[in-house]
């Protein structure tokens, strides 16, 4: 597999500040983190072609990321080349010989059936156990630089 990432990394958080006015019109300093969006529009010629919103830092790894979740590739071993351009906002996938360049969409919800349980053109019923989930939120403010940055 060949990785040519040209993207220049910019930054992901910043710290802005300004003036903040109080209910009663009072000034006051103040400052506060904020994320950057990035938009990467990603291209496989004749299986995939959108855009996503992410955090530019780690680009690379969204790619491949977003291509194993889609049943678009089995490992890391089905991409020949990977290419992420010097602005970040587009990445271009050849698949490997041992890709399946063939696969159709429904071959592809198959994989993502088969993989992660979940049929995403199917309405459920779930129930959410809200502790568990403000429980990862804790664990990942915990190790996510972005995260402790912003404060999850």
């Known amino acids: 597999m060949n990785i040519t990432d040209n993207f220049q990394k910019l930054k992901n958080i910043e710290t802005i500040k300004g003036i903040c006015y109080g ?3 009072s000034e006051s300093p103040c400052e506060d983190t904020i994320i950057h969006e990035h938009f990467l529009h990603l291209e496989i010629k004749g299986l995939l072609d959108e855009e996503f919103s992410c955090t530019a830092s780690t680009l ?5 990321g977003r291509l194993y979740t889609g049943g678009i590739i089995d ?3 089905d991409i020949e080349n ?4 010097e602005t970040g906002n587009s990445a271009i996938i050849e698949l490997s010989n041992i890709a399946d360049l063939s696969v159709s969409k429904s071959d592809i919800e198959e ?11 199917q309405k459920k019923n779930i129930e959410i156990n809200k502790e568990a989930v403000f429980a990862l939120a804790d664990f990942f403010k915990k190790d996510s630089k ?3 940055a912003t404060s999850g």
């Open 23 to 25: 209910a009663d019109n």
């Open 60 to 64: 690379k790894e969204m790619v491949i």
């Open 75 to 77: 490992s890391i071993n």
């Open 82 to 85: 990977l290419v992420i351009n």
């Open 111 to 121: 994989k993502k059936i088969h993989r992660f349980g979940v049929i995403s053109d």
């Open 146 to 148: 972005l995260h402790i």
